[in-house]
């Protein structure tokens, strides 16, 4: 099946330093990738949409210099956490649409990464 | 904007129990209606979903009705297994399919006790 995973699982970090999570497709590839939040006992709230090859789409509220997203392949998408602070510490999913086969246009989502700043 | 209201955790069941977790939408147009499943340590997993008015999702003895008139796509399962245990959420997205981000309930987290 289609396996989509993140790394690291979990970070912790220092106030204003610059945190990277990537999101991998293991077998499939995927020009769409989406980024998710998750506060805890709250939904998932998407943040952005990251295309391949051009830039990402960001939902109302989320700062784009703040959360850089690089899609540079078909199986990798990157969120930087740019200048973190404590309440920027969260759970964030990532998902990956597939573009063909049984599954077209179904979402597979990461395991994600808890972030935590101190 | 879109909103997905689901009953929230947790919900507690013995094993053979019949399950309903209750879910209610609101959004413009026809969205797309899905349920996903998050075992522990794992990710969210397609459960089920249902395109149009009237569609019956169904998988591994789950079913979920789409309701236009009710705004609603209630899961359910007429007789639970240890091995249900796990969050579930409900989720909508653009009609069409998944092709768009989602947006979800809460998510329900559901104890199933031998």
Redesign the interface.
Known sequence: GAV?SQHPSWVICKSGTSVKIECRSLDFQAT?M?W?RQFP??????MA?SNEGSKATY?QGVEKDKFLINHASLTLSTLTVTSAHPEDSSFY?C?A?ALAGEA?????????TRLTVL | GNS?TQMEGPVTLSEEAFLTINCTYTATGYPSLFW?VQYP??????LLKATKADDKGSNKGFEATYRKETTSFHLEKGSVQVSDSAVY?CALGSS????????????THLIIQP
Request: proline residues 2%; charged residues 15%; hydrophobic residues 35%.
């Open positions: 989509v769409t989406f998710y006992k709250q939904s998932l709230m998407l949409t939902e999913i998902s649409r077209y246009n179904e979402q597979f989502f990461g395991p994600g | 997905v996903y340590g794992e990710g969210l997993q397609l959420f069409g399919g998944g092709a768009d981000g989602l947006t979800f309930g809460k998510g």
